[in-house]
């Protein structure tokens, strides 16, 4: 008995004898095909950005938005199957409805980020339905809330493990990303789609696990590495679409919104600038036969 043959793909509720669940697979493979989207996790707030191919030159431009607002504090970008997004887009939304009818306040992002990973996830266990085409990048602003620096909660030691808390925040910027098999993890950088591995090696360099780079500069440098994981595939137009949040004081105020377009528009000037330098180093660097020979 092989573990790759008919039979072994029909279904969700079937895995291979090796323990693969190929319609899984299948999934990812839809989400390679989509447009790359990258989402950073800055200092000061998230950016979302997403490289949005052009398939008509009828579409509207602007239009067609495919990041999408799931409450004032968090945003979802998508890559794959778009229909599968806005479902999953709608289902985020009730759950961050649910919440602030039982909590009164917004949701967090870690709580929606566990609730549509099992979402996604039971989509994987019966025959009657197949697995979301989409992976899927929550990031969020939470609310911080500190520990009162005079008394504690409860009546335990005052002091260690458990004791008073001093000066302890709790919230500030969160990205997590959610795949078609219900896995999810929080991040400092994600990316997803076609040019994800291009994007993965760019966001490595920046070190964001250090919490050194502004909010400002992380829209610029999305941009960058759009148009850089674009390069593969620069024979399609595409838009680059743009979302931020920022701190409660900052310039989104906490909320999830567009990124202006007169910023938008100077981080693609730059992008494409820093794109050109990058070819004309290749230029410099290729041997003087080659470059008499063309």
């Known amino acids: 008995m092989t573990s790759i043959g008919t039979g072994y793909d029909l279904s969700n509720s079937v895995f291979s004898p090796d323990g693969r669940n190929f319609q899984v697979e299948y999934a990812t493979k839809a989400v390679e095909n989509g447009g790359t989207a990258v ?20 579409l509207k431009k602007g239009a067609n938005k495919r990041i999408s607002t799931v409450d004032r504090n968090i945003g979802i970008v998508s890559s794959g199957l778009v229909p599968d997004g806005r479902h999953f887009v709608s289902r985020a939304r009730d759950e961050a409805a649910e919440w602030r009818r039982m909590y009164k306040a917004p949701i967090k992002t870690a709580a929606l980020a566990g609730r549509m990973g099992s979402f996604v996830q039971a989509y994987t266990l019966v025959s009657s339905a197949r697995p979301f085409g989409v992976t899927s990048i929550i990031g969020g602003w939470d609310s911080e809330a500190e520990v009162p620096v005079d008394g ?64 400002e500069q992380g829209v610029k440098e999305a941009a ?8 593969d595939s ?61």
Request: net charge negative; charged share 35%; proline share 4%.
């Open 224 to 231: 960058r590495i759009i148009y850089f994981a674009h390069e």
């Open 39 to 58: 989402g950073l996790r800055c200092k000061d707030g998230v950016v979302l950005a997403l490289e949005k191919i052009v398939t008509s030159k009828l």
């Open 234 to 294: 620069k024979d399609k137009e595409f838009e680059l679409e743009m979302t931020w949040i920022s701190t409660t004081d900052g310039p989104t105020k906490g909320r999830h919104e567009e990124v202006p377009k007169a910023l938008r528009e100077e981080a693609e000037r730059l992008a494409k600038k820093a794109l050109e330098g990058d070819d004309d180093e290749e230029e410099e660097a290729r041997p003087e036969g080659d470059r008499m020979e063309e």
């Open 152 to 215: 504690q909660v409860g009546s335990g030691p005052t002091t260690g493990s458990g004791g008073k808390k001093e000066g302890v925040k709790h919230g500030g910027p969160y990205l997590y990303m959610v795949e078609p098999s219900g896995l999810y993890w929080g991040y400092y950088g994600a990316a997803t789609g076609k040019g994800r591995q291009a994007a993965k090696a760019e966001l490595e360099k920046l070190n964001l696990h250090e919490a050194n780079l502004s909010l």
